[in-house]
């Protein structure tokens, strides 16, 4: 049987506590021989936690990395440790001592070299992310775009949970933010096939077609794309269809940004960038043919 959640052995958090006020001063001299990063990594992703939790094998954990593998079990009955692959429930207890250790260890320079690097940049990351969420939470739509696009795309360290991207999109769409309103809109008009369906869709046509006559290049692909193959909610007109392409890939035409903390290259870039890069293609493709049949 699974422990129950009192029988959480936090007796890691204790122990690495006590290590680290009792020897301050020796562990840079002892790291040949044992170092507080160790005793501290989550093993399964091998780094420092920026959100640690012990779960009910007593193991530290970065808390995204064992709700994964909690969620990836599904039934309680077989979830196991990853790290003794015995039976455990799925209670994690936020652990706040751990997270004050590792933040002062490398203040004061006890863990360095990548392993502090990463969770430095981590912080950072995160900081910007709470940030757009707080604005969000405000109602400044630029800020939902923000943390839509964390969502739907795995940006700001963020795991993808389209779910939460949607809400967001649908948020900024109301709003009135030209992002959201072509988010929003491509989310409706992928809609599986139901009785509410058609009504969906339509509607996700009204926000694009807004969307597009503001400029958004996204918008113009999709719209003029829609037109070139015509569907129950348009008729098939080359016309109008090589109108919104040639509009989105005018030099007029809006693209969404990055967000700040993604550096984008040729060689790397960013979820966000690879979607509008691969709609773009799409779009001088569909132009091309209209040209060529015309």
Known sequence: MPPKAAEVDTSATVQVESDFKSHPSQNRQRSQ???????????????????????????????CEIQKHINQTGKTIHLKSPVTNKVMGPKLVPCLQIKNIIEKAIENEEIEGDLAENWKSKQSTKKVFDEWLHKAEQGDGEAMVQVAKAFSFGLLGREKDLQKGREWWRKAADADNIWGLTFRAYVLLTTEDTSESIPLRAHGLILLTQAAERGSDLACYLLGMMYADGNELLPQSKKRAAHFLKKGLGESAVSIVCPPTEICTESHKCNVCLFCDIKRKEAKEYLKQLVDEV
């Open 33 to 63: 021989q044992w170092s507080i990063a160790d005793e501290l990594l989550c093993p399964i992703c091998l780094e420092l936690p920026l959100d640690p939790v012990i779960a009910e094998d007593g193991r530290i954990y970065e808390r």
